[in-house]
């Protein structure tokens, strides 16, 4: 199956795009149950989205924000994707505190993804072998192909039942919380945004190299799936052969 891809001259181009069509995507699952669920990355790509969504007007209480995947840093520390997020997007837009379901990193990890887990259960009113469907997961992608914090040959790569766990990137020295593969899988949309000359190499392989998201995790739930898309700049897609 030939993959959704979006191309754009820029990063700001591309960003603003994804953003749309995100907005997009939540308006539809608002309009069939009242309430959408969200699931955002952080990094640098999602910035000028972030931004996007701040000056736009939108039902922000109809929508349940949550986090792909967190350092293990308080919500202050720069390194934070909840304080990226916070700072661009959910002060500027008065985002409803009570709609914002943040991984707390400042927590022990393991204990951090304990609690994540719990609180994703009750948000949506889940059994205790049941994993959440979000209506939008986004998602980035790392010049290794790691996507959330799944990095190449992390062994939680084949977990398709657990919600979310605490891992130790080995290449980063640092413990991050992060979903997991099956509630990547089970996402009703995919939405990738990758900038960058130092994703184009990588991003060639997982699209169009073999099928193996160990080494290439960024496939999961993006390779032959028709509820995935990819926004990209120039950079990014340049050694992208269609």
């Not at 919500?75 to 505190?97: C, E, G, H, I, V």
């Not at 059994?127 to 010049?143: A, C, K």
Request: aromatic share 8%; with cysteine.
């Amino acid at each position: 199956m030939t993959p959704k891809i979006e191309r754009f001259p820029s990063l700001a181009r591309a960003a603003e795009a994804c953003g749309r069509h995100i907005l997009t995507r939540l308006e539809a699952a608002i309009s069939k149950e009242e309430q959408a669920t969200f699931a955002i990355s952080g990094g640098s790509s999602p910035k000028r989205m972030f931004e996007f969504f701040a000056r736009t007007p939108f039902p922000w209480e109809s929508v349940q924000l949550f986090w792909v995947d967190e350092r293990a840093v308080p919500p202050s520390d720069p390194q934070s994707n909840y304080k990226l997020a916070a700072d661009l997007w959910l002060t500027p837009a008065q985002f409803p505190a009570a709609n914002v379901h943040r991984i707390l990193a400042e927590h022990e990890p393991k204990k951090a993804a304990a609690e994540y887990v719990d609180e994703i259960r009750k948000v949506f009113q889940l059994g205790s072998t049941e994993l959440p469907r979000f209506d939008v997961i986004h998602r980035g992608m790392g010049p290794d192909a790691h996507t959330a914090s799944l990095f190449p040959g992390e062994p939680l790569i084949d977990d398709r039942e657990g919600i979310a766990a605490a891992v130790l990137s080995e290449s980063m020295k640092q413990w991050r919380i992060t979903l997991l593969p099956g509630v990547l899988l089970a996402a009703h949309h995919t939405v990738m945004l990758v900038s960058g000359g130092d994703k184009c190499g990588p991003l060639n392989d997982v699209l169009n190299g073999p099928e193996d998201p160990k080494r290439f995790p960024a496939q999961i739930a993006t390779r032959g799936s028709d509820r995935a898309i990819w926004f990209l700049d120039d950079q990014a897609a340049s050694k992208f052969d269609p």
